[in-house]
C-alpha cells in the first residue's frame, strides 16, 4: 500500500556530490519523520540524516557539513545532498519514515540505492 523509492545513487569521484531522492506512493495520509540510513559493506546500518515534518533536522557526527537533508511535502519526497563525498561515504543508502496510513503510523523502508565514492 506504500512504498519508498530511492533514487540518485552511484558513483562518484572523492569530493563530488551526489543527491538522493525518495519518494513515498500509494495510501499516504501524511508522514513524520524521514531518516536517511547507510549501511557501508560488511558494517552495520547507522542513521546518517534525518528531518521531521517541521523541517528539524539532524545528522550523524560522520555527515555533519558536508551533507543536507530536505523534504517537500508536497511531493512526499525526501532528498539528501551529499557534497565532499569521501571513500568512507561508500555505502547502501536506504529511505526510513514514518508514514499515517489507514489512520496508522506505521515504519517504512526503502528498497535502498549504492553509493560509491571512488578514484
Known amino acids: 500500500q506504500v512504498q519508498l523509492v530511492e533514487s540518485g545513487g552511484g558513483l562518484a569521484q572523492p569530493g563530488g556530490s551526489l543527491r538522493l531522492s525518495c519518494a513515498a506512493s500509494?495510501?499516504?495520509?501524511?508522514?513524520?519523520?524521514m531518516h536517511w540510513y547507510r549501511q557501508p559493506p560488511g558494517k552495520q546500518r547507522e542513521v546518517a540524516a534525518t528531518?521531521?515534518?517541521?523541517?528539524?533536522?539532524n545528522y550523524a557526527d560522520s555527515v555533519k557539513g558536508r551533507f543536507i537533508i530536505s523534504r517537500d511535502n508536497a511531493k512526499n519526497t525526501v532528498y539528501l545532498q551529499m557534497n565532499s563525498l569521501q571513500p568512507v561515504d561508500t555505502a547502501d543508502y536506504f529511505c526510513?519514515?514514518?508514514?499515517?496510513?489507514?489512520?496508522?503510523?506505521?515504519?517504512?523502508w526503502g528498497q535502498g540505492t549504492q553509493v560509491t565514492v571512488s578514484s
Open positions: 526510513n519514515a514514518d508514514i499515517w496510513n489507514g489512520g496508522r503510523l506505521s515504519n517504512y
Open positions: 500509494g495510501s499516504v495520509f501524511a508522514i513524520e519523520s
Open positions: 528531518i521531521t515534518r517541521l523541517g528539524s533536522t
